[in-house]
Every structure is written in structure tokens, then in C-alpha cells.
């Protein structure tokens, strides 16, 4: 592994710090209870892109590989009726397959948010969150929600972001 993939790997680690302690009780109901929710991904790329724009940052662009990337982390959650980076494969292989392994990446997500201003409102508010919004070397993101409606969350989003 070249340096510049273990740094990659090692911010990686580090900017998913504040998510991987998230932790949710399964609930066995969730099989075959989730759907794809239908998002404006490009409003949730302008209002993030209006907060990066804020903090002196570069707008990001919606990147359809993305999208799928967090539509299949969101859907493994909603799955499992769990909130983790892991479930579906580590944060790391699944960028990987998703053709971004020397790229920087980052991954929030959350569950129970009604609405896509409410989950934005919830990762401003998280440190660990926030920082991963405001990396400077992101420039597109992929998001997604799938609802779970017989799970306690309801609904579990995912957010990919990565740069160039």
C-alpha cells in the first residue's frame, strides 16, 4: 500500500470516528420491509453546497455512483434495523467497489429523520458529522434514504462524499 493510500485510509479512520460508535439494536421485522425513498438529490447538493459555500468551502455536485454507494449502505441499514458503517462491508472495501479507493471519502449517517433539512440540521449539529461536511478535499456526494416503516427509526439515511 503506497503512503498516500495509508494517509487516505487513516483519515478515512479518523474523519468516521464520531459515526462508528453508533450502534442500534437489530429488530428482526426488517426483512423485506424497507424501500428506496425518491430524494431531490440536487436540492440536498445545493443546501449543502450553500453550507460548505458559507464555511469558505467549494460547492459539491450529485455523482450517481455515489448515490448508489449511499443507497446501498442506507438500504443495508434499514435492512438490519441498525445504524454502523459496517454492516454490508467496511467503509473502506465498499468504496472500494464502488471504484474510490484512491480517492478521499467520508460517510455520515443517521436514522429517524423525517425530512432530508432535518437529518442536514442533525449532522451540522454533530462535530464529527459537520467536520466530515466540511472536508475541503470533497467535491461530490451521492445520497440516499430508505424507510423502514416497521423498525423503530423509520427511515435511515446514508451521505457519501468524496473529492475530484
Known amino acids: 500500500m503506497s503512503k498516500f493510500s495509508l494517509a487516505v485510509a487513516a483519515a478515512l479512520s479518523l474523519s468516521l470516528a464520531g459515526c462508528g460508535g453508533l450502534s442500534f439494536t437489530p429488530e428482526p421485522s426488517v426483512e423485506n420491509a424497507t424501500h428506496t425513498a ?94 466530515n461536511m466540511l472536508l475541503p478535499q470533497i467535491r461530490r456526494i451521492g445520497i440516499a434514504r430508505v424507510d423502514a416503516p416497521d423498525t423503530r427509526y423509520k427511515r435511515f439515511w446514508a451521505l457519501v462524499m468524496a473529492g475530484g
Do not use: C
Not at 462491508?89 to 472500494?96: C, H, I, N, Q, V
Not at 471519502?105 to 429517524?112: D, I, P, R, V
Open 38 to 131: 425518491i430524494l431531490d438529490e440536487v436540492a440536498a447538493a445545493a443546501a449543502i453546497s450553500a453550507y460548505r459555500v458559507q464555511h469558505g468551502l467549494s460547492p459539491v455536485i450529485v455523482d450517481t455512483g455515489l448515490v448508489k454507494a449511499a443507497a446501498f449502505q442506507a438500504g443495508n441499514n434499514a435492512r438490519h434495523g441498525q445504524l454502523s458503517h459496517d454492516v454490508g462491508g467496511s467503509f473502506t472495501s465498499r468504496m472500494a467497489s464502488a471504484g474510490l479507493a484512491r480517492s478521499y471519502a467520508a460517510e455520515n449517517l443517521s436514522a429517524g429523520s423525517e425530512t432530508f433539512e432535518q437529518v442536514l440540521a442533525r449532522w451540522k449539529a454533530s462535530p464529527e458529522h459537520n467536520k
